[in-house]
């Protein structure tokens, strides 16, 4: 299986969904797409759905890592939500989620952030 990411812009914030598999064969595909998303005006906080992220190693762990250095470099936030069973226990191994927060959905995380928010998934 393969990965399928999508991106959303809401206000300024940047959704990241992702579907699938998420192991060294896409990290780079993967982090050069987020990285020209972030370079949009307005982009001031990320929050990453990984719901349906069925498997992850730990170069997609650095992706991730990646991301959240360069969101907190201009002063934002980067939120997780939504992660599944596989994908939450590498993320607790490693700590991740001593420095980024994690919250059951985007909703919640868009309102965390200050976006009023229609409907969401």
């Not at 999508?6 to 300024?12: A, D, H, V, Y």
């Not at 498997?55 to 470099?73: C, I, N, P, T």
């Not at 490693?94 to 868009?110: C, H, P, W």
Request: aromatic residues 6%.
């Amino acid at each position: 299986m393969s990965l399928h990411v999508e991106f959303e812009i809401r206000e300024n914030v940047l959704l990241v969904r992702m579907d699938g598999e998420l192991d060294h064969h896409e990290t780079n595909q993967l982090r050069a797409e987020w990285q020209s998303q972030l370079q949009r005006n307005g982009v001031e906080h990320v929050i990453v759905n990984l719901e349906r992220l069925t498997f992850m190693d730990s170069s997609g762990l650095g992706v991730m890592l990646g991301r959240y250095k360069e969101v907190q470099a201009f002063g934002g936030e980067m939120v997780i939500c939504a992660i599944s069973p596989e994908v939450r226990r590498l993320f607790e191994l490693s700590g991740m989620f001593k420095i980024v927060k994690l919250v059951d959905n985007e909703t919640f995380a868009l309102q965390m952030l200050g976006v009023a928010s229609c409907e969401m998934r």
